[in-house]
């Protein structure tokens, strides 16, 4: 019934209008006494009081539950008349009839959201059946306060709403403060840390130039350090711009001699396919163009990160590169470069044809086959989109190869036996060999 300590306080402005209101109502009506009360949460007081003979001071309290005129109002939040306390049996005993009141005509006041404020009411020592008029009167006056009492809570909602503005504005001066100087920090750092991963290579380049200069087989040898030294040095400074921030994102393409790009590639697969004694071969389908317009940094990223993933996963097997072209969705006049690896090295064992093989070693086998082709390809989506390179999959099962596009699952199997959920990734198709074929116009 009372209003929450959140609600604002009625201001002395308003107040001393009231009271004119009052002094108003208490002459038209010719009544004693013309009160606003306010409710609080075990009492009510009287908030403005005016009449010619008005036994009720501003300020003035009375608990609750002691059967109040007002108290009844603001219960049942409706109109109340009582033209004679004394011959009515539900009023006879109330507290205001000590004071001489014995006709009272009042209404609640309402807050905007419906939660009472007080009530508006007028008291006469004799009887009165309170003509249309007056009752009319008085409920013009209701409504010119709960206007007010609007405007009061619309203010106060407002200045909080400012408040927590300058609140919020402050703790985003903070974070921004705090974020200018973890960026300061990790400026630093790049610096420091730029230095110290490029002087390693520095040395290397020195000593491959020298290799380079010896000619035969150690010439060889130096020119593909020296070009492997130089890729690892671009990723360093594209890895170092990246957390910087100022990683330039758009596509740096340019006339490329293809024959030159094929050749580098190769001398860096040799390198890689020797180290789990793997055969590396490199074929080039006839017809190929001799210069192509594409982004040589972001390819050879690419295809290096595919042909490296191989060498990982294979051993004593063979890796395949394969440069082909084709005019299939090629733009008029145009070809499609077609850039193919293939590797013998095992994708995920028959699990199938293993009922019987523990459901732990299952899963290692599943999760170490999905490592092998599906982080490289996480890793690299970014280039590929901006690229608008084309990425497909080819699955070997049960002698069959057909093309498929990477489709994932992703999936919760429920293990009664283990009593937990694991989450698993499964391919549309399990096999032995996969061939990777992308497509570049």
């Given at each position: 019934?009372?209003?929450?300590?959140?609600?604002?306080?009625?201001?002395?402005?308003?107040?001393?209008?009231?009271?004119?209101?009052?002094?108003?109502?208490?002459?038209?009506?010719?009544?004693?006494?013309?009160?606003?009360?306010?409710?609080?949460?075990?009492?009510i007081?009287?908030?403005?009081?005016?009449?010619?003979?008005?036994?009720?001071?501003?300020?003035?309290?009375?608990?609750?539950?002691?059967?109040?005129?007002?108290?009844?109002?603001?219960?049942?939040?409706?109109?109340?008349?009582?033209?004679?306390?004394?011959?009515?049996?539900?009023?006879?005993?109330?507290p205001?009839?000590?004071?001489?009141?014995?006709?009272?005509?009042?209404?609640?006041?309402?807050?905007?959201?419906?939660?009472?404020?007080?009530?508006?009411?007028?008291?006469?020592?004799?009887?009165?059946?309170?003509s249309?008029?007056?009752?009319?009167?008085?409920?013009?006056?209701?409504?010119?306060?709960?206007?007010?009492?609007?405007?009061?809570?619309?203010?106060?909602?407002?200045?909080?709403?400012?408040?927590?503005?300058?609140?919020?504005?402050?703790?985003?001066?903070?974070?921004?403060?705090?974020?200018?100087?973890?960026?300061?920090?990790?400026?630093?750092?790049?610096?420091?840390?730029?230095?110290?991963?490029?002087?390693p290579?520095?040395?290397?380049?020195?000593?491959?130039?020298?290799?380079?200069?010896?000619?035969?087989?150690?010439?060889?040898?130096?020119?593909?350090?020296?070009?492997?030294?130089d890729?690892?040095?671009?990723?360093?400074?594209?890895?170092?711009?990246?957390?910087?921030?100022?990683?330039?994102?758009?596509?740096?393409?340019?006339?490329?001699?293809?024959?030159?790009?094929?050749?580098?590639?190769?001398?860096?697969?040799?390198?890689?396919?020797?180290?789990?004694?793997?055969?590396?071969?490199?074929?080039?389908?006839?017809?190929?163009?001799?210069?192509?317009?594409?982004?040589?940094?972001?390819?050879?990223?690419i295809v290096?990160?595919?042909?490296?993933?191989?060498?990982?996963?294979?051993r004593q097997?063979?890796?395949?590169?394969?440069?082909?072209?084709?005019?299939?969705g090629?733009?008029?006049?145009?070809?499609?470069?077609?850039?193919?690896?293939?590797?013998?090295?095992?994708?995920?064992?028959?699990?199938?044809?293993?009922?019987?093989?523990?459901?732990?070693?299952?899963?290692?086998?599943?999760?170490?086959?999905?490592?092998?082709?599906?982080?490289?390809?996480?890793?690299?989506?970014?280039?590929?989109?901006?690229?608008?390179?084309?990425?497909?999959?080819?699955?070997?099962?049960?002698?069959?190869?057909?093309?498929?596009?990477?489709?994932?699952?992703?999936?919760?199997?429920?293990?009664?036996?283990?009593?937990?959920?694991?989450?698993?990734?499964?391919?549309?198709y399990?096999?032995?060999?996969?061939?990777?074929?992308?497509?570049?116009?």
């Open positions: 019934m009372s209003p929450p300590a959140a609600y604002p306080e009625v201001p002395d402005f308003l107040l001393a209008q009231w009271q004119e209101l009052m002094s108003l109502v208490s002459v038209d009506c010719g009544v004693p006494a013309a009160l606003i009360m306010r409710v609080h949460p075990s009492q007081e009287v908030l403005v009081s005016d009449g010619s003979d008005s036994p009720y001071h501003p300020g003035e309290r009375e608990n609750l539950c002691t059967g109040l005129y007002c108290e009844h109002v603001i219960a049942t939040r409706d109109r109340l008349h009582v033209a004679n306390a004394l011959t009515d049996p539900n009023w006879d005993h109330n205001d009839l000590r004071l001489g009141m014995i006709s009272y005509l009042g209404y609640p006041l309402l807050w905007p959201d419906g939660v009472p404020f007080g009530t508006l009411c007028i008291l006469d020592r004799a009887e009165n059946h309170y249309e008029a007056i009752d009319k009167q008085l409920g013009l006056a209701r409504r010119i306060i709960e206007s007010n009492l609007s405007l009061i809570h619309e203010t106060a909602r407002h200045r909080q709403t400012i408040a927590a503005l300058r609140q919020s504005k402050q703790h985003l001066r903070d974070a921004v403060l705090r974020a200018n100087a973890a960026d300061r920090a990790k400026t630093d750092f790049l610096a420091r840390a730029s230095h110290d991963l490029r002087a290579l520095t040395s290397i380049i020195g000593y491959a130039q020298l290799l380079q200069g010896c000619g035969g087989t150690a010439g060889q040898h130096g020119q593909i350090i020296r070009h492997s030294a890729h690892m040095l671009t990723l360093i400074n594209d890895l170092v711009e990246y957390a910087s921030g100022s990683l330039r994102d758009e596509i740096d393409a340019s006339p490329q001699r293809l024959p030159e790009f094929i050749e580098g590639v190769a001398h860096e697969a040799t390198m890689l396919a020797r180290r789990n004694h793997n055969r590396f071969v490199l074929q080039r389908r006839d017809g190929l163009p001799g210069v192509v317009w594409m982004d040589a940094r972001r390819v050879q990223q290096g990160n595919l042909i490296e993933n191989a060498a990982k996963f294979t097997g063979s890796i395949e590169l394969t440069v082909g072209h084709s005019t299939d090629a733009p008029a006049g145009g070809v499609m470069l077609q850039i193919e690896v293939r590797d013998t090295g095992c994708f995920l064992p028959p699990v199938s044809q293993q009922p019987t093989q523990p459901l732990f070693d299952v899963l290692l086998v599943v999760f170490h086959g999905l490592s092998k082709l599906l982080l490289p390809l996480l890793l690299l989506a970014h280039v590929l989109d901006r690229l608008e390179l084309s990425l497909q999959i080819q699955h070997e099962i049960f002698q069959q190869s057909q093309w498929h596009d990477l489709a994932l699952q992703a999936q919760w199997f429920s293990f009664a036996q283990l009593g937990l959920f694991v989450p698993v990734v499964i391919l549309k399990f096999h032995f060999q996969h061939h990777v074929q992308m497509q570049y116009v």
